[in-house]
């Protein structure tokens, strides 16, 4: 059992460039989420969906979109990246969403902006 | 605003016993979690709490007192292996977590 995937494992993006992060999980897991992991911040939660075919917007939407045609992926995409999007992006997936759910995380993308 | 609050560094000694503090302020509550996490890598969950008092876990144990908005993570036995950062976390009442920026914990031998 694998868990959660992402790809790429790292990447280096010209500002302007679109780009897809890639998360896919194995746990049949209801909720899943992505972060964004930056030096001396906590994470912070980019976008969300607690089932297949919703998603919500979390604490730093702006310039980031996500679907969730399936239980098992969600991608997240940078339409058009800037240099602050540089950090390293985090998918994590839980069983519900709901109160108490644990969280568990795929192995993480580092981003560079350029 | 939401807040958590937790030291930036601490530096303890091998074999020994190291607290790590995390205070909150957030908007509902639905439990507080620790999570470990080596440099590289992803945050792995470790503990739990929702109600007040101690959860204990092999060498890891977590307080709770949501009166306070406080917790601690208690690391008894420390080995080189727990070098990492700590992230404290709680569940507000839209079940989201918000994150503390983490704890550094410096093992020496």
């Known amino acids: 059992i694998a868990g959660i995937t992402q790809a790429p494992t790292s990447q280096i993006l010209a500002a302007g460039r679109r780009m897809t992060l890639r998360c896919t999980q194995d746990m049949r897991h209801n909720a899943m989420y992505w972060y964004r992991q930056d030096l001396g911040l906590g994470l912070r939660l980019i976008h969300y969906s607690n089932t297949a075919g919703t998603t919500g917007k979390g604490e730093v939407p702006d310039g980031y979109s996500v679907s969730r045609a399936n239980t098992d992926d969600f991608p997240l995409t940078l339409a058009s990246a800037v240099p602050s999007q540089t950090s390293v992006y985090f998918c994590a997936s839980s069983d519900s969403g709901g109160p108490g759910d644990t969280q568990y995380f795929g192995p993480g993308t580092r981003l560079t902006v350029l | 605003g939401q807040n958590i609050d937790q030291p930036t560094e601490m530096t303890a000694t091998e074999g020994a016993i190291v607290q790590i503090n995390c205070t909150y302020q957030?908007?509902?509550?639905?439990?507080l979690f620790w999570y470990q996490q080596h440099a590289g890598e992803a945050p792995t969950f470790l503990s739990y709490?929702?109600l007040d008092g101690l959860e204990e876990k092999g060498r890891f144990s977590s307080f709770l007192s949501r009166s306070k908005g406080y917790s601690y993570l208690l690391l008894k036995e420390l080995q080189m292996k727990d070098s990492a950062s700590y992230l404290c976390a709680v569940m507000d009442s839209n079940y989201q977590l918000i994150w503390g920026a983490g704890t550094k914990l410096i093992i020496k031998p």
């Open positions: 957030t908007s509902g509550f639905n439990g």
């Open positions: 709490n929702v």
